[in-house]
């Protein structure tokens, strides 16, 4: 059985950061592009950032120099750094795991900034 389990979100204030992680289980993880979506209300989802197996990365234009996305193959684990926090960050953030046309997703972790 497949489980993505993300964690790490909450409350946060513009400019702040905060780090979620998805941890991977019933995969191999080290052979899956891993990736962040997010969906705000009222909003379709939308890519955020990956990170293919081989470590190469890519990022949505408005997370450009704020967000770092990375793994840890050896804990499963893939993880968003944020960075300088805005307002239209605020999102349930989703993990994604993709490899040869299979998908899993996690159940989403909220994200909300707010002063």
């Known amino acids: 059985q497949v489980q993505l389990v993300e964690s790490g979100g909450g409350l946060v204030q513009p400019g702040g950061s905060a780090t979620l992680s998805c941890a991977a289980s019933g995969i191999i993880f080290r052979f899956y592009t891993m990736g962040w979506y997010r969906q705000a209300p009222g909003k379709e989802r939308e890519l955020v950032a990956w990170?293919?197996?081989?470590?190469?990365?890519k990022y949505v234009g408005s997370v450009k120099g704020r967000f770092t996305i990375s793994r840890d193959n050896a804990k499963n684990t893939v993880y968003l750094q944020m960075n300088i926090l805005k307002s239209e960050d605020t999102a349930v953030y989703y993990c994604n795991a993709i490899d040869e046309g299979y998908a899993y997703w996690g159940q989403g972790t909220q994200v909300t900034v707010s002063s």
């Open positions: 990170i293919a197996s081989g470590g190469n990365t």
